[in-house]
T-cell receptor, first 114, second 114 residues
Framework: AQSVTQLDSQVPVFEEAPVELRCNYS??????LFWYVQYPNQGLQLLLK??????LVKGINGFEAEFNKSQTSFHLRKPSVHISDTAEYFC????????????FGKGTKLTVNP | DTGVSQDPRHKITKRGQNVTFRCDPI?????LYWYRQTLGQGPEFLTY????????KSRLLSDRFSAERPKGSFSTLEIQRTEQGDSAMYLC????????????FGEGSWLTVV
């Protein structure tokens, strides 16, 4: 079955600390990988995506993610977080050759404390 | 580019009533998706359209749910005989189609069934 696992439901960190949000996916086929962010009472905004090429992908707001095919992972990182990064983060996968629909993980709530 | 627009943003209805949500995708996006999101969960795929053709429906989409995209532009999602379990945020998204293109989300329509 196609599934995405976000290992941490909540991640509290202090401002200016580094953060890593973990994501693993099930796969026997090629995939595209995405991270979306959702602020309270809003829709989802794309942070970054991996389609092919370099396994290190840079996105908006200083976030980056690394695709690891052997570990079927796509972890999101930021070297120094701000209060404004407090939000819900969703990892999503598109399984190539299908309908190109996004399959989402359950999300990780990132809380940045002063 | 005005983004994906959804209406209404909030709807409170009594159990057993019918409700309809409208989605206006980004102009010229030929793919349109509907997702459902409950509290603490990631978005779950409901259905998607390529132009006016409904190409895939999730098993989550019971026979009380119907979606249309009559002219390949806006779409409607109707829920008949609402149940309390239908309370959720309904997200619409669109993309220009093609491999790996970004899927853009609207702000969502919150449904509360009382």
């Amino acid at each position: 079955a196609q599934s995405v696992t976000q290992l941490d439901s909540q991640v509290p960190v202090f401002e200016e600390a580094p953060v890593e949000l973990r994501c693993n996916y099930s796969s026997s086929v090629s995939v595209y990988l995405f991270w979306y962010v959702q602020y309270p009472n809003q829709g989802l905004q794309l942070l970054l995506k991996y389609l092919s090429g370099s396994t290190l992908v840079k996105g908006i707001n200083g976030f980056e993610a690394e695709f690891n095919k052997s570990q079927t992972s796509f972890h999101l990182r930021k070297p120094s977080v701000h209060i404004s990064d407090t939000a819900e983060y969703f990892c999503a996968v598109v399984y190539r050759g299908g309908s190109e629909k996004l399959v989402f993980g359950k999300g990780t709530k990132l809380t940045v404390n002063p | 580019d005005t983004g994906v627009s959804q209406d209404p943003r909030h709807k409170i209805t009594k159990r057993g009533q019918n409700v309809t949500f409208r989605c206006d995708p980004i102009s010229e996006h030929n793919r349109l998706y509907w997702y459902r999101q409950t509290l603490g969960q990631g978005p779950e795929f409901l259905t998607y359209f390529q132009n006016e053709a409904q190409l895939e429906k999730s098993r989550l989409l019971s026979d009380r749910f119907s979606a249309e995209r009559p002219k390949g532009s806006f779409s409607t999602l109707e829920i008949q005989r609402t149940e309390q379990g239908d309370s959720a945020m309904y997200l619409c998204a669109s993309s220009p189609g093609g491999t790996g293109n970004t899927i853009y989300f609207g702000e969502g329509s919150w449904l509360t069934v009382v």
